[in-house]
């Protein structure tokens, strides 16, 4: 009787354990990326297309698309199109985040629609000399700059999906180039393939490419962060 | 006509250009409306719209002239979520400058010490296709800051039970002829998740308060949880659509984040 009592108490000790557990462990915003990166250079370049239609977005807390290149280090400055859930259309913005938005706190600004259906040109670029400054291109136009980083670091062209995998994409990324030490913008290497996470794939080659919801079947995998 | 009243007529005249004159100067700095201000007019009216929102300017001057860029230092206030809203509102006036005939096409930053001069170091540009220029300016609210405070403080807590509102104010803008407000809300939060979606919250609830005519500009939140930490440092500019965020480890706000497995 007194062992019968005593496993009661234990497994009412261990439901309030995994009860306090649940409780406490907080919802985490998942990210799945399609991606084509290089590391050690000093810019990227993509020609990055909205899609004729609004992709489906599931209404749930925090769900986005964004669609970038970026500067991949600790601190990093990046620029492409963002669709939330709760928005009517694509927005064009710039990012910035020192040490990964601990001290300082991360710059987010959407300066004007991306409309569907068309193309524009995000540039993120070291500004030769200055020791860590890079800038934010959208179009030709600049946008932000920060003292961020030296470089060369590694670069990535993106799409990537916050929260929910129901969000559909579909990006195109043309003439992805990189920028190298002798301030020359190249293609990326098109014979490299583009990375997707299930259930998100890219087609095509790293310099130009297309990235869509798939299936999660025969997919090369990315280790994800 | 006789002398007498030709002098008189003059007089008249000129009186009631020196008032429209001085209606300009006082309105909009150092500029009339629609006319293109100096350079020098630019500066010093950014420094004066600065000092009233109450930030400390060390120097102000022109950058490069055409297109025009201003360089400001600022003042370090020693936290970094301040000095962050400092430097926005400095890039935020200088954008908004078109609204009164000065157009300025960027703006240098720098929060420096004498350790470093580069400290906070950035640069801002603009362009007439940006947000701020797809929005008329507010006009005067029919509703008082106080009345539209606790409809909005209603509204959050009914859209969000589990977050605790323990400040809500609307600040009106201390610059004369703006009728924009701040909105500043402390919170408080039981978990980092509750967290981390009240600011999509805040931002849908800001426009639609603006359809009545509340004028909500920016909005300054700070949510606490239970061991009384700040876990989460948010601002917003509606009109700039411009997100500044401090976040405490494991409180995501969807934001991107460039992925860290490609570092191969």
Redesign the interface.
């Known amino acids: 009787m007194k062992n019968y009592k005593l496993s009661i108490k234990a497994v009412i000790s261990l439901l309030s354990v995994v009860l306090g557990l649940l409780i406490?462990i907080?919802?985490?915003?998942a990210?799945w990326?399609v991606?084509s990166?290089i590391?050690s250079q000093y810019g990227v370049w993509a020609n990055i297309s909205t899609p004729t239609t609004r992709p489906y977005m599931e209404l749930v807390?925090?769900?986005?698309q964004?669609n970038?290149v970026?500067?991949?280090s600790d601190s990093?400055i990046?620029t492409?199109w963002?669709l939330?859930a709760?928005y009517s259309e694509p927005?064009s913005y710039v990012?910035?985040?020192i040490t990964h938005?601990?001290?300082?706190?991360?710059?987010?600004?959407?300066?004007?629609t991306h409309i569907l259906g068309t193309k524009r040109d995000y540039i993120v670029e070291y500004t030769p000399n200055t020791g860590n400054i890079w800038?934010a291109y959208i179009d030709g136009?600049?946008?932000?700059?920060?003292?961020i980083t030296s470089a060369p670091e590694?670069v990535?062209a993106?799409s990537?999906v916050?929260?929910t995998s129901q969000n559909t994409i579909y990006t195109i990324f043309q003439d992805v180039r990189f920028k190298n030490s002798s301030n020359v913008w190249q293609l990326f290497d098109s014979s490299w393939p583009v990375k997707g996470e299930c259930p998100y794939v890219g087609r095509g080659n790293s310099a130009n490419f297309y990235s869509l919801r798939g299936s999660c079947a025969y997919m090369p995998m990315?280790?994800?962060? | 006509m006789s002398i007498v009243k030709k002098h008189l007529f003059t007089a008249l005249r000129i009186t009631a250009l020196t008032g429209i004159c001085l209606l300009g100067l006082t309105m909009f700095g150092n500029a009339a409306p629609g006319s293109p201000a100096t350079p020098n007019q630019a500066v010093s009216q950014l420094v004066n719209t600065l000092k009233a929102q109450g930030v400390e300017v060390k120097t102000a001057e022109i950058q490069k002239i055409s297109p025009l860029i201003i360089a400001v230092a600022l003042s370090d206030t020693h936290d970094s979520m301040t000095n962050a809203v400092n430097i926005h509102l400095a890039r935020r006036e200088a954008a908004m400058a078109y609204r009164s005939g000065v157009e300025v096409s960027g703006i240098e930053f720098s929060i420096p010490d004498a350790a470093n001069p580069q400290k906070w170091w950035g640069q801002s540009f603009f362009d007439k296709n940006d947000s701020e220029h797809q929005r008329q300016p507010f006009g005067i609210s029919a509703l008082s800051a106080e009345e539209a405070a606790q409809r909005l403080h209603d509204v959050l807590r009914k859209q969000s039970p589990s977050i605790t509102i323990g400040q809500i104010t609307l600040e009106e803008s201390p610059l004369a002829g703006r009728y924009e407000r701040t909105l500043k809300i402390t919170a408080f939060a039981p978990n980092v998740g509750d967290a981390a979606v009240y600011p999509s919250l805040i931002r849908q609830e800001i426009v639609s308060a603006n359809k009545g005519g509340v004028n909500i500009a920016m909005a300054k939140v700070k949510i606490i949880n239970p061991k009384g930490e700040i876990i989460l440092d948010y601002f917003w500019d509606e009109e700039m659509r411009t997100e500044l965020s401090l976040a405490a480890p494991g409180l995501d706000l969807g934001r991107p984040n460039p992925p860290t497995s490609i570092k191969q």
Request: charged residues 15%.
């Open positions: 406490t907080q919802p985490t915003f990210n990326y991606l990166a590391i807390d925090n769900s986005y964004y970038h970026t500067l991949n990093w990046q492409g963002a939330g709760t927005y990012e910035v985040c938005c601990t001290g300082d706190p991360r710059f987010y600004r959407e300066y004007t800038c136009a600049q946008k932000e700059c920060r003292a590694s990535s993106a990537e916050v929260a990315m280790v994800h962060p």
